[in-house]
C-alpha cells in the first residue's frame, strides 16, 4: 500500500513538472498597454514584449480575439518579422531562439475621430497552444 502510495506521489510530481515546462515564454512587463492621445495627434507605437524562455527556437502564433477600435480610426499592426497593414486575424512570428525578445505592436492615426476601442490578442507557442497569453491595448482618443 505504501509502495502504491509513493508511486502515485512521484507520478503526480512529474506530471506537474512537464506540465510546467510547457511555458515557452513570458511576457516582458505588462500585457495591457493603455494609450491615450489627443484627437488631432496618433499613437506611432505600442509594444508589447515577449522572452522565448526555452532552451530552443520556437514560433509564436497570435490570433486577434477581439478589436473594437472606430471604423475611422487608421491602424496598423506589427509582430515580430513583419508589419501589417489594419488588426488581422493572425500570423505567426519569425523564429524566436532562447532568450531572444519579440513583440507585437500597434500603430492609431485617429483622424480627429475621438473615441475609445480596444485589441486583444492571443499569443502562443504553437507546439504549446493551450499555454497562451491575452495581450492588450486600450486606446482612448480624446
Not at 495591457?32 to 507605437?45: T, V
Not at 532562447?98 to 500597434?106: K, L, R, S, T
Request: positive net charge; glycine residues 6%.
Amino acid at each position: 500500500m505504501i509502495k502504491n502510495i509513493i508511486a502515485l506521489i512521484l507520478l503526480c510530481s512529474t506530471v506537474h513538472i512537464n506540465a510546467q515546462s510547457d511555458k515557452t515564454f513570458i511576457v516582458k512587463g505588462n500585457s495591457i498597454n493603455n494609450e491615450n492621445i489627443p484627437n488631432s495627434g496618433k499613437l506611432d507605437i505600442s509594444k508589447i514584449t515577449v522572452i522565448n524562455i526555452s532552451n530552443k527556437a520556437i514560433f509564436l502564433e497570435w490570433k486577434t480575439i477581439s478589436n473594437t477600435f472606430p471604423k475611422g480610426w487608421d491602424c496598423s499592426m506589427c509582430q515580430h518579422g513583419a508589419c501589417q497593414i489594419g488588426i488581422p486575424k493572425g500570423s505567426v512570428f519569425k523564429k524566436l531562439n532562447p532568450d531572444q525578445e519579440g513583440f507585437i505592436a500597434i500603430h492609431v492615426m485617429p483622424q480627429k475621430n475621438i473615441g475609445n476601442g480596444q485589441v486583444k490578442f492571443k499569443i502562443y507557442d504553437r507546439d504549446y497552444p493551450e499555454e497562451f497569453e491575452i495581450l492588450t491595448f486600450n486606446v482612448d482618443v480624446l
